[in-house]
Each structure stands twice: as C-alpha cells, then as structure tokens.
C-alpha cells in the first residue's frame, strides 16, 4: 500500500521520524532515523532541499540518526548545493560526521547551537 | 634465502616494500632506525615515523637537526585501534606516490603492553598492509620488532606476515612468508575466545522492528557499567549499524551480547551473513560510494574491532570500549 510518495508503501507511524515544516527554509525533525527510514528520509530531505538555496533542519527532538542518515544529509546538501544548516544535533552526530570525513568533502553544512 | 650485502638498498623496480626490523633494546633501536631514516633523506625520500613513546623521543634526539625534515605520527593514539593504521599510511601514500625518488614509512604497531585480543588484530594488519599495498605504487615500511621485550611467537608472526626481514647489517626474505594461516580466508577464520559467561549482560536476537530496543539496551547497560554518556552515545550509534549491517547483508536478523571483560565493555553482533572484503572498515568513506561506512566508523569509535566470517559459520563482529 503506497499511500504517500515519500512512505514507499510504509505505513507513516512505522518509519519511526517526522519532517515537517515551520515556515520559510525552517525544517524540523524529530523521532528516530534508522533502517526503516532507509528510503524516505533522503527522499523527504532531498525534497525540502531542492526548494531553496538554504535551509534550517532543527534536530533537537532528533533522538538518533544512523550512519545512513548522517550521510543522506551530506550527500543531499553536496547534491543540491543548497546551504544546509543543522540545528540542535547532538555530540555523536557532529563527532560522525567530522569521523566520516564529510566536513572536508561537504563545505555547504553548518551546525549550530 | 636471498642476501644482499647494502640491506638499505631497493631495486628501482620493486613494488610495495614491507620489512620487519628486528633490535634488542633501545639502543639498537635508535641506531637502526636512524639509519633508515638517514638513508632515505640521503636520497630526498620523504619519511613518515610512527612510533610510541619513548622511542619517538630518541629518535628524535638522536637524529637533531635531521629531524626537521621527518614527519612523526604518535602511533600511541592513532594506533590504540589497529584498524586505524592502514587509513593513515593510505594518506601517506596517497600525499607522495607522484614523487620520482619514493617514499618510506617506520610504523611500530606491536609493543610489548598490547593485551592479547589486541595483538592478534595487531598482526592480522601486519598481513592486511601487504593486502593493502602491494598493487599500488612502490615505497618501503618498516616495522620494528623488540626482541628483548616482545615474546618470542610474537616474532616468529612477525616472519610470518613481513616478506623481508632487517635484524642487523643483512637484510634477507622471510621464508615464512606468505603464511598459509594468514591468507584473507583464514585471517576471518581466526578463533575468537568466549566471554565468561558470568559477565553476560545481555544477549537478545533481533530484527528490523527491534532496532530501538536494542539501542535502549546498549544504552542502559553500557550507562550501567559506567561508561560516560557521550561514550555510550557513540557505542549505541556503533551497535546499530552493526545490527543494521546484519538485518541487511546477513540474512535478516542477527544476535547481540553485551558484556564486560576486564576493564572493557564487549558488544558482539553475530548472523548468518558473509563479508569477504579482507580491507573492510579500513577504507575512508566516499560520499559517491555507499557501504562499509559503519564498520569504518566503528573503527574510529572503539578502541579494538574483531571481524571474524566464514561460509560456515557466518560473521562475528566484537567492539571493545576501555570503561576506565
């Protein structure tokens, strides 16, 4: 059953995150990122990028990321050349992302408080 | 056995040169060591040096002004997970394979306190440096060996995964070398030991829906045992892409153990999957190539990542975190 473009046939309350938004370029995020979101969070991500030149994603009600999700937000914003600002991420997503090389090979994420 | 008279002396045409360089104590060390070092400034080679304290100090001494021209690695903290070697000779290589005159390195993996489980990774990348290299474009490694306070299967493994051997004025082939118990294959099929099973705090199968429990678990118990929060933070990260790794390669499902052993905390995750990539891990991630980005990121994570997998009896990856 495919009822959104984004859920790839996933029921919305098994994907274990929201994306939703708040304004112009203002995203948020909340919940758990892991295998289950494998497909949509890159797609929904991608999705709020290609918008604009820059975005916000707050992570503050983010209670964890896997290593794909960190790097579907890295290839998103190298993809899309939008200026992505993270907000609110915790130790182990800016430790990881620095681990994996990504704050070399990406210029156009910001994090902030 | 082949000898050559000039043991400092490499054929133009020669590949990726691995040598063991075997000295009794300190003073041996230094005096072969900055020959070594010697010779290759001689011949305009850039030289990388990681080694441990103190004999990072007296080669540095004893070398003065020389020294200035010679980078040095502090093998202590970039080599307390073995894994993280080769990423750092990678980058060497990578920095100086245009350069018409070679290149060099003196890498120190093993010393005398390395604790069991970590010096049986320690000499499986001793073998995974000829995996790593031995294709790509020459330069010459050399790795000292202290006969006085190394045991001695430590350096017969030593002949085991080094096709040259340096222990003086000659520098000859190992004729140990390849090992036939230190193929790819083989190395994955190494045994690991079990955890006392007093120590087990955990031990649960899981599946795609069982991620989050699973977390919660690392993350109770890890707190549990002390480990600080920000640590526990990272090992659940770590766990879960083990598990991850396993719900998709390995069959759908998979087992995890928790427990502590010594002044460590032990997470096992076990399934029915195959890795037959020897290099796994050991290679920095690239944002237009998916895979292998969690067992690299476990590597810079944990202090030690054992990696065991056959067709038999599937994969068993160990980490290891110090609690203290």
Do not use: K
């Not at chain 2, 540095?60 to 200035?68: F, K, N, P, S, V």
């Not at chain 2, 040095?72 to 750092?88: C, E, Q, T, V």
């Not at chain 2, 069991?116 to 320690?122: F, I, K, S, T």
């Not at chain 2, 199968?205 to 480990?227: I, M, Y």
Request: proline share 6%; aromatic share 6%; charged share 25%.
């Amino acid at each position: 059953m495919c009822v959104h473009p984004h859920r790839l046939g996933v029921a919305p309350e098994d994907l274990g995150f929201r994306i939703w938004n708040s304004g112009e370029g203002r995203w948020h995020v909340s919940g758990q990122v892991d295998l289950r979101a494998a497909q949509a969070f890159p797609a929904m991500v991608r999705s709020a990028a290609e918008g604009s030149d820059r975005m916000c994603l707050d992570c503050s009600e983010l209670d964890f990321i896997d290593v794909a999700g960190i790097r579907a937000l890295a290839q998103v914003a190298h993809g899309t050349g939008t200026l992505m600002r993270l907000r609110g991420t915790g130790q182990t997503l800016r430790r990881s992302w620095q681990l994996l090389g990504f704050d070399s090979a990406v210029t156009n994420v910001e994090f902030c408080p | 056995m082949t000898m050559t008279t000039a043991g400092h002396q490499r054929p133009a045409d020669a590949g990726f040169r691995h040598d063991a360089l075997l000295y009794a104590g300190p003073e041996q060390f230094v005096a072969r060591t900055a020959a070594f070092v010697r010779d290759a400034l001689e011949q305009e080679q850039p030289i990388l040096v990681a080694v441990i304290e103190p004999r990072r100090s007296l080669l540095r001494d004893e070398l003065g002004q020389d020294a200035e021209h010679v980078e040095f690695l502090d093998m202590w903290n970039l080599g307390r997970n073995p894994a993280r070697i080769i990423p750092a000779w990678q980058q060497w290589v990578e920095r100086h394979q245009g350069s018409t005159n070679g290149f060099r390195g003196i890498g120190e993996p093993i010393w005398a306190e390395r604790s069991p489980q970590a010096l049986v990774e320690c000499q499986i990348h001793e073998q995974l440096l000829n995996t790593a290299f031995d294709d790509g474009p020459p330069w010459w490694l050399l790795c000292p060996y202290d006969t006085e306070a190394l045991p001695e299967p430590v350096i017969t493994r030593a002949h085991d995964t080094h096709p040259g051997i340096l222990d003086g004025e000659a520098h000859h082939r190992s004729t140990h070398y390849p090992h036939h118990e230190l193929s790819a294959d083989s190395m994955f099929a190494m045994p690991l030991p079990d955890p006392d099973p007093a120590q087990i705090r955990s031990r649960r199968s899981f599946r795609l829906p069982d991620l989050t429990t699973l977390r919660t678990e690392v993350d109770t118990q890890a707190r549990a045992l002390g480990l600080p929060a920000t640590r526990a933070t990272d090992l659940v990260l770590v766990v879960n892409e083990l598990a991850t790794n396993s719900i998709r390669h390995g069959g759908g499902d998979g087992t995890l153990r928790l427990w502590r052993e010594h002044d460590e905390l032990v997470c096992e995750v076990r399934d029915a999957g195959l890795i037959d990539d020897p290099l796994i891990g050991r290679r920095r991630p690239r944002l237009d190539r998916p895979g292998g980005a969690g067992l690299w990121l476990s590597n810079q994570l944990c202090d030690l990542v054992q990696i065991r997998s056959t067709r038999e009896s599937g994969t068993i990856v160990r980490v290891r975190v110090a609690l203290s």
